[in-house]
């Protein structure tokens, strides 16, 4: 392996965009705690880090914003623009832990970072920025639609990673398929390993009798047809209270100020509440989230780790999905995504979320023997990546 360089006391953990996305908070968590060294966490939002799980777990620094001073924002554009230095802005950003600050090993936690074409030029240069320094770069638990994979440019970033971990079999295959085979691994995502915490469940909420939901202002604007994801999610309720004995649970995992779980889940609420049968989950940390969900009989989800939290927790779940993610993992799981995943975009008719609900109750003794088949296994396997980073700290490759 090359040499690396930079201070070993700690691992940096970076890309992290604050714990109010509680699938963020839940990747943190579960990586902080299989590291072999004590992790520096980079975040965009130090206050959401302090507020919930990661309190105390690490050390967490937040990013200089270079946006938030005019001055500040057109001073790093100069340098891009005219003295061809773009990296110069995240030597700013990122002052703490590059330069004098350098560790040598650091890993991008962002997941799906990469579905995403607004992060592209961040996750490209803070790469940069590491390794042209001499340290070591780790893309862990990560999602990549295939067709990324084609662009040179994207090419030229991966192979900048010193190993690339990838949380589900479609991304390490186009991994593979792209050339990147001798760095690239197919490992569980972390948030398998999240803890649940169970508080006292609010009025309402029956044990073991409830179908969780979450619905996201992000699936709904990727609908194709406008308004028929929330019409899907009344027609489920309706058919719940109407044909089960079952409550519904309406549970937030992202709540950031522009994008904000609650804000559609309590139309839903506002709509059913006087039923006595539904129930509006506020918000919390990661692991007292995970602790609502593991206590319901079903869920439907349009957040990843939501979904990841009733998986691991053995919950028959059918995920209301757009990305290569949602049917990687179903894939892993199941061998198949067929009746697990139903995309937002494909959404024509409002039976349609409440049909693959139907599918999902006729089958739930069935799910529920693959997932208690499946998981004990799965669960070591996201074990390894702690012990693939410790490898390569010490020099000796990831496997």
């Keep these: 392996m090359p040499r690396y360089y930079g201070k070993k006391d700690k691992i940096v953990l970076y890309m992290h965009a604050g714990s109010g996305n509680h699938g963020c908070e839940a990747i943190a968590n579960t990586v902080i705690q299989m590291l072999p060294k004590p992790a520096i966490v980079m975040t965009n939002s ?8 990661l309190k105390g777990m690490a050390t967490v620094i937040e990013e200089r914003k270079v946006r938030k ?33 350098l560790r040598q090993m650091n890993i991008s936690i962002g997941g799906d970072n990469y579905c995403y074409g607004i992060l592209l030029k961040d996750l490209k240069y803070t790469n940069q920025l590491f390794t042209g320094q001499g340290a070591m770069t780790v893309l862990l638990g990560c999602s990549i639609e295939p067709e990324l994979l084609s662009d040179p440019d994207i090419l030229e970033d991966m192979d900048r990673y010193a190993c690339i971990i990838a949380r589900e079999s479609i991304t390490w295959q186009a991994l593979v398929q792209a050339g990147l085979k001798e760095k690239s691994y197919h490992v569980p995502d972390s948030a398998f390993l999240l803890e649940a915490k169970r508080l006292p469940v609010p009025a309402g909420f029956v044990e073991g009798n409830m179908v969780g939901l979450n619905v996201s202002p992000m699936v709904v604007e990727r609908e194709n047809s406008p308004g028929i994801t929330m019409e899907n999610y009344r027609n489920l309720i309706r058919y719940i209270l109407e044909k089960t004995e079952m409550g519904v649970a309406l ?32 918000d919390a940390d990661c692991e007292t989230l995970k602790g609502y969900i593991a206590r319901c009989r079903f869920f439907i989800g349009a957040r990843t780790h939501a979904t990841i939290a009733a998986y691991s927790s053995l919950i028959p779940t059918l995920v209301l999905g757009y990305s290569v993610k949602a049917r990687g993992i179903a894939l892993d799981l199941f061998g198949t995504w067929d009746n697990y995943v139903l995309p937002v975009q494909s959404l024509e ?8 609900f139907q599918w999902l109750m006729k089958e739930e003794d069935a799910i529920r023997r693959r997932l208690a088949a499946v998981m004990p296994a799965y669960l070591e396997r996201a074990r390894q990546a702690g012990r693939m980073i410790e490898r390569l700290i010490d020099g000796r490759g990831p496997m």
């Design 349 to 356: 008719r409002k039976e349609e979320l409440t049909e693959g």
């Design 69 to 101: 001073n005019l001055f500040i924002h057109t001073w790093y554009y100069l340098l891009d623009r005219f003295f061809h230095d773009p990296e110069a802005a995240y030597r700013y950003r990122f002052r703490e832990v590059c330069g004098r600050n």
């Design 46 to 53: 130090f206050a959401e880090d302090e507020a919930y799980s």
């Design 251 to 282: 549970i937030p995992h992202v709540v950031w100020k522009n994008n904000d779980d609650r804000m559609v889940l309590r139309k839903l609420w506002e709509e059913f509440q006087d039923t006595g049968r539904v129930v509006m989950i506020e």
